[in-house]
């Protein structure tokens, strides 16, 4: 069994390696040029990069004739939703036209490759207090270009499914965190600023930004275990979430952190971390991905949390 993860050096597609390795999956990872290796360094051994920009269309069919693969996991994207307010061209057209190429390889090869494309809670958007937990059926009102290039890339998905009969698996995975979690995050940005000031390399202030919002957080660990079910068990053409169910504001976030910190510190609002439209409230109800898999969440947020520290600790 062979599998293509796009983007795998990045926090999810490193995660998602070591899961499938460990389960004897040949494994082959795009990367850019430029990408840091240092989430894979230690797999490097037991898995092939493939250097190629998503961008480019013959460099993806090239990619593809090699390697044929049976599974996909299209991870590979701009996924943070400020940086889609600074640059909204490039972040539509980096996470559509990288897909289109992807689709279009897999159709003009006529390959059989089963397809995951990691869709976000994010397309739901405005969602009101009494729509929660978001059913996969609820409207969506998105807020972000980001939002919007995710839409774009789940009904692709949709669309090369109905017309080319692509099996096609789509994801929308509520907020993922745990060790090697991008430091723009906000857990993970918490956690780097709390092992600094632990460090003394830092005063003891944390800088934020909205605390009231409400999200739902999955140990990303969980959500990799869950991409595999969803291409061993998901119906193609179908549309999944993957969440906790749990509501949490980000203000809680800090309190869980701190519990495993000594630091004494306070916390100040940084005006330039606020959004200029923020999703207020996110949780999801995965019934749907449980009843076709069987999944559910194992890893209880205390510990990637706990985890998450550690791991800006030992950077
Ligand atoms: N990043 C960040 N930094 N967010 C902060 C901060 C801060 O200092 N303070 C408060 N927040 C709030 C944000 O305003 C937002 O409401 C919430 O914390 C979560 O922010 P992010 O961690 O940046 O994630 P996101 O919810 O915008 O998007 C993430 O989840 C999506 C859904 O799964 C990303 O991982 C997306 O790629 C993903 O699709």
């Known amino acids: 069994m062979k599998a293509l993860i796009t983007g795998v050096a990045g926090f999810v597609g490193s995660h998602l390696a070591e899961h499938l390795l460990s389960q004897g999956i040949e494994v082959t990872g795009t990367l850019r040029g430029h990408s840091s290796l240092r989430h894979i360094r230690h797999l490097l051994p037991d898995m092939r990069l493939y250097e190629c920009e998503l961008m480019d269309q013959q460099a993806v069919d090239q990619m593809m004739t090699e390697i044929r693969p049976d599974l996909i996991f299209h991870l590979a994207a701009q996924s943070f939703v400020p940086v889609s307010w600074d640059s909204p061209a490039e972040t539509l057209t980096n996470n559509i036209v990288g897909q289109i190429h992807l689709l279009e390889a897999v159709r003009k090869l006529g390959l059989a490759s089963k397809v995951l494309i990691a869709c976000s809670s994010e397309e739901y958007g405005q969602v009101e207090e009494d729509e929660v937990p978001v059913k996969e059926t609820n409207p969506l009102r998105p807020v972000s270009p980001y939002a919007v290039s995710k839409i774009a890339q789940n009904y692709l998905g949709y669309q090369y499914y109905k017309t080319f009969g692509q099996h096609i698996v789509r994801t929308r995975t509520f907020n993922h965190t745990g060790?090697?979690?991008?430091?723009?995050?906000?857990?993970?940005?918490?956690?780097?600023?709390?092992?600094?000031?632990?460090?003394?390399?830092?005063?003891?202030?944390?800088?934020?930004?909205?605390?009231?919002?409400?999200?739902?957080?999955?140990?990303?660990?969980?959500?990799?275990?869950?991409?595999?079910?969803?291409?061993?068990?998901?119906?193609?053409?179908?549309?999944?979430?993957?969440?906790?169910?749990?509501?949490?504001?980000?203000?809680?976030?800090?309190q869980i952190l701190l519990r495993y910190s000594t630091v004494e510190i306070t916390i100040e609002e940084d005006k330039t971390r606020l959004r200029p439209s923020d999703v207020k409230v996110l949780v999801g109800d995965y019934t749907k991905f449980y009843q076709q898999t069987g999944w559910t969440p194992e890893i209880p947020f205390e510990q990637t949390m706990k985890d998450l520290l550690n791991y800006w600790r030992n950077e």
């Open 179 to 254: 060790p090697r979690r991008g430091e723009q995050f906000v857990s993970s940005n918490f956690a780097k600023q709390i092992a600094e000031i632990e460090k003394g390399l830092k005063p003891p202030v944390l800088y934020v930004g909205n605390l009231e919002a409400k999200r739902d957080f999955t140990d990303v660990r969980d959500v990799v275990r869950g991409y595999r079910m969803a291409l061993d068990y998901c119906e193609a053409g179908e549309l999944y979430n993957i969440a906790s169910g749990q509501c949490r504001e980000i203000r809680e976030v800090i």
